[in-house]
Structure formats: C-alpha cells, structure tokens
C-alpha cells in the first residue's frame, strides 16, 4: 500500500475577530457578527490568556472557527474519492 504524501501551503493565520465587553460577558464577533459569548469564568480567563498571546488565534479557538489543517488530504482519502 502506497502512502500518499502531499505538502500543504500553511494555512493563513486566523483574522477578522474582535471583542467587546458587555458587563462581565464578553462577546467575540467574527467580521462583525457575533461567535461566541463567554461568561463567568470563561470571560474571566479569555481576558487574562488574551493579554498574554495571540488574541486573534485564541478568538478562533473558543470559537471553533479555524481549520485543523487537514482538509485536503481527508478529499483525498479512498473513502471520500467518490464524493
């Protein structure tokens, strides 16, 4: 059996995500829409993690809207081939 190799473009870091604070919650909005809402002890940790890293990617993360990087070898795989 043959294992296909492929290499992959990086992926373009994750963008168009801001936050705003209403009261304690916070609200993550994705190109002006809104994502995701975090509150309690949520909110409380995004705000302390979002000091300290990437805001943008950490944005993506909590609110599933990022790619895993494996799409295009899953197309390929012998099950999918047919789709």
Do not use: C, K, W
Not at 2 to 31: K, Q, W
């Amino acid at each position: 059996m043959e294992i296909l190799r492929t290499r992959l473009a990086p992926m373009p870091p994750p963008e168009g995500f801001t936050y705003l604070l209403r009261g304690a919650d916070v609200v993550i909005s994705h190109h002006g829409r809104p994502a995701a809402t975090l509150r309690g002890r949520r909110a409380a940790e995004f705000l302390t993690d979002v000091e300290s890293g990437d805001p943008q990617e950490l944005m993506a993360r909590l609110t599933g809207n990022y790619r895993r990087g494996n799409e295009r070898l899953a197309r390929q795989h012998p099950r999918n081939r047919a789709r």
